[in-house]
Nanobody, 125 residues
Framework: QVQLVESGGGSVQSGGSLRLSCVAS???????MGWFRQAPGKEREGVAV???????RFAPSVRGRFTISQTTAKTTVWLQMNSLKPEDTAVYYC????????????????????WGQGTQVTVSS
């Protein structure tokens, strides 16, 4: 059974930074890991993804402000969020895309098989 546990959310002022962590367990083969967010009344959207060889992809709204990285063992994935804006306020989720190959860079929630419980990020102006 795959398990994903996020941490690191909180409240910051506009322009601040936060680092989210996602600890993964329960599987050993190659995969892609993504970060998503969902604001109240809005659909869940992809923020960033990193695949098994370290390639990354970002949503246009966060490109240049957010970075995604992972441990060599791929058991922990981080989302470093800088220059935060009020519109970044949302519940942030990490998710695992276990499709064969591990090279996918999808930002589409439906492509992901397992999800964490989410962590709240609130950015005040």
């Amino acid at each position: 059974q795959v398990q994903l546990v996020e941490s690191g959310g909180g409240s910051v002022q506009s322009g601040g930074s936060l680092r989210l962590s996602c600890v993964a367990s329960g599987y050993t083969y190659s995969y892609s890991m993504g970060w998503f967010r969902q604001a109240p009344g809005k659909e869940r959207e992809g923020v960033a993804v990193i695949n098994s060889v370290g390639s990354t992809r970002f949503a246009p709204s966060v490109r240049g402000r957010f970075t995604i990285s992972q441990t060599t063992a791929k058991t922990t994935v981080w989302l470093q969020m800088n220059s935060l804006k009020p519109e970044d306020t949302a519940v942030y989720y990490c998710a695992a895309d276990l499709r064969v190959g591990g090279l996918w860079l999808s930002l589409t929630p439906a492509d992901y098989n397992y999800w964490g419980q989410g962590t709240q990020v609130t950015v005040s102006s």
